[in-house]
């Protein structure tokens, strides 16, 4: 049995540290790697449906603002009505 304090022993405590240091340096460069990956597909994914749901958005606005002038022109046609009914209405109760 040899002791720790031959040279044969230390080069292998310094080549298996060394080999352990780079292993553990190879690992965290390729999670950080794939982590960043992965964040950045999942922003594009969001920056996607964000996009979509303004287009969605857009759309609803366009269609309420046609409907709204729509019912615009209604009520105008209905107060019209209503006006033309009320002066029928009080002319022939003043006549009266």
Known sequence: MSAVNDPQVWTLIGVF???MLGAMTLMTVQI???IA???NGLRGEMIG???GVHHRIDGLHGEMN???DTMDTK???L???VTALSRHIW???TGD
Do not use: Q
Request: hydrophobic share 30%; charged share 40%.
């Open 91 to 93: 002319r022939d109760t």
């Open 32 to 34: 950080n790697r794939t």
């Open 75 to 77: 009520f105008e046609h």
């Open 79 to 81: 107060d019209r009505d």
């Open 37 to 39: 990956a992965s964040i």
């Open 17 to 19: 540290t060394t080999i």
């Open 49 to 51: 449906r964000i996009d």
């Open 66 to 68: 046609a409907r709204f």
